[in-house]
């Protein structure tokens, strides 16, 4: 499959990031959102450095870039790896966003104002049209939009923005169905079921379709996970020692 490396961005935040950084960013979020960049996955600088035709110091930012909003991790004298979700990890991810869904649920306005209805309808026309020309990309970004749309009608812009901040993080938990046409049309099924609870004024069924949603990403990541790392997915994950009590802020 050939992919557009090249001004895709899938991430907030990068109105800061210098163009050939941006450039770098982008290209990799797309191979790791697809797959082709899958978790454990190295990334190493020289190698990048001859691939993008880029200084060491822009793929080191790119690199740091991406180990922000969560996509990979750097280890000192190791190096970047795409990053890898145990599913205790992935479990404990989506437990939070559905919280925070929740409560974005919670504070839509209803009934609900046509125009932001429409709004809401037109993006997941554009989904539609995605999945029907097989576009991956296009599906993707489109899935985003609607979601941002859909909790940004909650009217508190921090509550949005911490939603999409943890949906961002899920990028590579989502790599194992984003390519899959099953997912995309389950996606596209719920999708319009919400958009009906919107209509209908059904709170409590908008809920439940927000946390039923998340287990398209979630189920096929760990079934995944496990099948790749058979070793490690018996062992308990390790707890991390508390961190020293600084007081309040």
């Not at 190096?79 to 649920?105: M, Q």
């Not at 999409?164 to 984003?178: G, N, T, W």
């Not at 997915?233 to 961190?243: D, G, H, L």
């Amino acid at each position: 499959m050939n992919l557009p490396a090249t001004d895709i961005s899938l991430t907030r935040g990068h109105d800061t990031v210098p163009d050939e950084v941006r450039h770098v960013v982008s290209a990799l979020e797309i191979e790791i959102v697809l797959g082709q960049l899958l978790p454990r996955e190295r990334l190493v600088e020289e190698e990048l450095a001859a691939r993008f035709d880029a200084k060491r110091h822009v793929i080191r930012q790119a690199l740091i870039e991406l180990e922000r909003i969560g996509m990979i991790d750097r280890k000192r004298n190791r190096g970047a790896a795409v990053r890898d979700f145990r599913p205790d990890d992935v479990n404990d991810l989506y437990s939070v966003r559905e919280v925070l869904e929740t409560s974005a649920v919670a504070r839509i306005p209803m009934p609900l104002d046509q125009q932001r209805l429409d709004e809401l309808i037109d993006l997941q026309r554009q989904h539609d049209a995605a999945i029907s020309q097989g576009d991956p990309i296009g599906i993707f970004h489109a899935n985003n939009a609607f979601h941002r749309r859909l909790f940004a009608l909650c009217d508190n812009e921090y509550l949005a923005a911490v939603i999409e901040d943890f949906a961002q993080k899920a990028h590579v938990i989502r790599s194992y169905s984003v390519l899959k046409p099953e997912y995309a049309l389950k996606a596209r099924e719920e999708h319009w079921s919400m958009i009906d609870a919107l209509k209908s004024g059904d709170r409590k069924r908008l809920a439940a379709l927000c946390g039923q949603h998340l287990n398209i990403s979630r189920a096929p990541y760990i079934d995944a996970w496990r099948a790749r790392f058979p070793k490690d997915a018996s062992q308990k994950r390790a707890v991390p020692a508390p961190r020293a009590h600084r007081g309040a802020q």
